[in-house]
């Protein structure tokens, strides 16, 4: 059964072959997002949040692999595409903004050249037609093109080198973007115009946006619904309201109850333990070790991701 009107991410499975062993990353991811949503993909480090985002761009490599699982994009499935039919897709329908801006930008060309190219992949248009598309393209995002257009990538702010991936990022006007935690690094003031800015895709341009973030206030403001991820599963997705006032799963409260509140005088809970190593990884529920609330089946049985109360999907033996 499909759940979202434009992506729908199923049973997915991705490994790492490597000299410890193989990386089980994602352990059978489910996801969706609807049109003109914004979803908020939130978890620890290590707990395959970049690597769901790369899976459904087709973008693993070796030694990772997609072993299974379905990635439907307006009823299509991308793990069925070949590389020339994925070229349409990738860039052009689907964007993605990546972690580190400044590595994903090609250090030898100018932020003007960099931008053309991606629009005229985009677009199919020459790069001369392409160039006079750049103003427009940095301006966007609150640029002076006149002058970042003849930058060099090493030659940028944190902050402008993050709106220029922007701008490459929407050249191709998709459908889904992709922003693999845009705010961080950033001071507070950045981080705000940046929220804002993809704030008026949605609002503006029509756009999805799946949004990663470790900032729990950050999907709190910005996104529709967010899906909490631990070890490579998807483990509650519920709308950003429910979720933030109503956690259900232990993982989930645990993330909540270890951020700061101001002018309340509460001892800061962690959880106990670290993400396991996913070469080894716990059976039944990865979470058990770390829950304080774990019974005999919680590790022997994966638990489901199912609706327990309307639009809360939980996978916890606790509920089911």
Not at 46 to 59: E, F, H, N, Q, Y
Request: aromatic share 6%; with cysteine.
């Amino acid at each position: 059964m499909n759940r979202g009107s434009l992506l729908n991410v199923s049973k997915l499975r991705v490994v790492f072959y490597t000299y410890r062993g193989v990386i089980k990353a994602l352990n059978g991811v489910e996801l969706w997002l609807n049109e003109e949503e914004r979803l908020g993909i939130v978890g620890e480090t290590g707990c395959g949040k970049s690597v769901t985002a790369l899976s459904i761009m087709r973008l693993i490599e070796q030694p990772g692999e997609i072993v299974s699982g379905n990635v439907l994009f307006n009823n299509q499935d991308l793990l069925k595409l070949d590389e020339n039919e994925m070229d349409k897709i990738r860039g052009k329908k689907i964007s993605m903004i990546f972690q580190e801006p400044i590595a994903a930008l090609n250090p030898v060309f100018k932020v003007g050249f960099q931008i053309a190219e991606t629009i005229a992949h985009s677009r199919e248009i020459t790069i001369k037609d392409a160039y006079s598309q750049v103003p427009e393209a940095l301006e966007m995002v609150g640029l002076d093109w006149q002058r970042t257009k003849d930058l060099y990538p090493h030659e940028l702010s944190g902050g402008m080198a993050q709106r220029v991936m922007i701008a490459m990022a929407l050249a191709a006007r998709p459908k889904l973007l992709i922003a693999d935690e845009p705010t961080s690094a950033l001071d507070v003031t950045i981080q705000a115009q940046i929220l804002e800015l993809l704030d008026k895709l949605v609002t503006v341009g029509k756009n999805a946006v799946i949004l990663i973030t470790h900032d729990l206030g950050i999907a709190s403001e910005f996104c529709d619904r967010v899906a909490v991820m631990y070890a490579g599963n998807v483990i509650e997705v519920a709308k950003s309201e429910e979720i933030f006032n109503n956690p259900l799963h232990p993982y989930t409260k645990g993330l909540i109850e270890s951020i700061p509140v101001i002018d309340k005088s509460r001892d800061l809970k962690g959880i106990a333990g670290t993400v396991p190593d996913l070469v080894d990884p716990p059976s039944g529920c990865r979470f058990h070790p770390r829950c304080n609330r774990a019974f005999d089946k919680c590790s022997s049985e994966l638990p489901s991701l199912l609706e327990i109360e309307p639009d809360h999907f939980v996978a916890c033996h606790l509920y089911n």
